[in-house]
């Protein structure tokens, strides 16, 4: 299907969303799963619900598959037991205890009391392990030989088995389950077909059953390794972990990283947040750097003999607003930039992202404006009348500013073909600097005259 034709299809699933729910789903169901993503996106909240439920369960999973934790979350919490069940038989049971994770407790209860006892037992098993340990990722299809076996019937095994995943190797185990060998599927092609596994295996990498997922992923990195088995306590192999886990593991930890050293939430799909959720997850940074600049003035305020007047307290607050105007601004440019790079924010929402990160820095703007102005007063308490609510109103006018540049620049440089990641930046840095130092000036100059 064209770029065209996607659109197209785009523009008929959000028509029909508006008449019939049926038509809707049964447009989402023939587009990519990444694409029926990105489009319930952008659906209505109360009628993305309605259009996944209709859909049917293989497709479902599909798309699930692609689809982020938020959005991933708000689908599972409205599904009942019987569609939940029907749900998790189209994955494999590590995809499936995550899903679960995401469930309603009780929900998920009735829901396994639908699916098989065998299958019933392997989630409730996974679903015991912390999400974030080798337990909490590993998958639990694998392919097991014994002693004693030749090539050819493992490979034999490995055809017919289709509830192992592909690319993981076959571990070769003793009689009480303990790895003790290692097969690559390479070493299972090249070798010939009568020769024993225990004269093939290779010593396996092995690690625990509650060891952090981080460290087992840059294992798995470091030595450029297929897949290691995961054990319990008892030294039975009870899942496998492959190397294409390692490398999304290893990308989520760094986006998570880099998502709080800017102070923004972890989620992928930050642009699609609702605006109050992203300003809760931004206000820590901007709480921390409001307590800072309001230090700063106290301290330019206790170490200067001439207070300059209705200025120099003015003067005072400047460290404050370009700390602010700093963060807020490498926040927003900083979503935007990493949403350009995943192909999150498609031309045709460049108006509505800047709209969404414009209102962010609103809200975040009048939080820090009134903060500011309920202690500015008290801290230049020698200071000209109205000097509390001269500063709070500059520092919200400049942080909506500097909220907007942050947004503006990165898609300004994207019209222009620049790279945004290496344009924004220090552009937007150095400009945000300097605006927001003179817009916080004036508005404040402008607030004191009128209260005075």
Not at 11 to 33: K, T, W
Not at 154 to 170: A, F, H, M, P, Q
Not at 412 to 435: E, H, M, Q, W, Y
């Amino acid at each position: 299907m064209s770029d065209r034709d996607v659109l197209q299809e785009r523009q008929a699933f959000r028509e029909a969303l508006d008449s019939s729910v049926d038509e809707a789903a049964r447009i989402l169901g023939e587009v990519h799963p990444a694409d029926a993503v990105d489009w319930l996106h952008d659906a209505p909240s109360d009628q993305r619900h309605l259009v996944f439920a209709r859909l049917p369960p293989p497709v479902q999973a599909e798309l699930l598959q692609h689809a982020d934790e938020v959005l991933t979350s708000q689908l599972v919490l409205r599904l009942d037991a019987a569609a939940l069940s029907a749900l998790i038989a189209e994955l494999p049971a590590d995809e499936a205890a995550d899903l679960l994770d995401e469930a309603d407790e009780d929900v998920v209860a009735e829901a396994l009391t639908r699916v098989p006892g065998e299958t019933a037992q392997e989630l409730r098993e996974l679903l015991a392990y912390e999400p974030d340990s080798a337990g909490g990722v590993m998958a639990t299809g694998f392919l097991a030989a014994g002693l004693g076996q030749k090539i050819g019937d493992v490979v034999k095994e490995l055809r017919k088995d289709s509830e192992s995943e592909s690319d993981l190797g076959v571990y070769v185990l003793d009689s009480d389950e303990r790895p003790i060998g290692y097969l690559p599927d390479r070493d299972l092609l090249t070798t010939r077909i009568h020769t024993p596994v225990e004269e093939v295996m290779v010593e396996p990498y092995l690690v625990q059953v509650d060891q952090d997922q981080e460290e087992v992923a840059q294992l798995i990195t470091k030595y450029g390794l297929d897949s290691v088995g995961v054990v319990d306590s008892d030294g039975r192999l009870v899942g496998v972990i492959s190397a294409d886990d390692a490398a999304e593991i290893i990308e989520d930890e760094v986006e998570e990283d880099f998502s709080r050293l800017v102070g923004t939430g972890g989620e992928r799909q930050q642009t699609r947040l609702p605006v109050l959720l992203r300003v809760r997850q931004r206000m820590p940074l901007m709480a921390l750097t409001v307590l800072a600049g309001l230090g700063s003035a106290k301290l330019l305020g206790a170490l200067g003999s001439d207070d300059g007047g209705g200025d120099g307290a003015v003067l005072r607050f400047l460290p404050l607003i370009i700390g602010l105007a700093g963060n807020v601004g490498i926040q927003s440019s900083t979503i935007l930039v990493r949403g350009f790079a995943t192909g999150e924010i498609e031309r045709e929402r460049e108006r509505s992202v800047l709209a969404a990160e414009w209102l962010v820095g609103v809200i975040i703007g009048i939080l820090c404006g009134v903060a500011t102005w309920l202690v500015a007063g008290r801290i230049e308490s020698t200071g000209p009348e109205g000097l509390g609510l001269a500063v709070g109103v500059a520092v919200a006018v400049a942080v909506t500013w500097a909220a907007f540049l942050g947004a503006a620049i990165p898609l300004a440089c994207r019209r222009l073909g620049l790279d945004p990641a290496i344009v924004a930046g220090p552009f937007l840095i150095a400009l945000s600097d300097l605006s927001g130092a003179a817009i916080y000036i004036v508005v404040a100059r402008r607030v004191l005259e009128q209260a005075t």
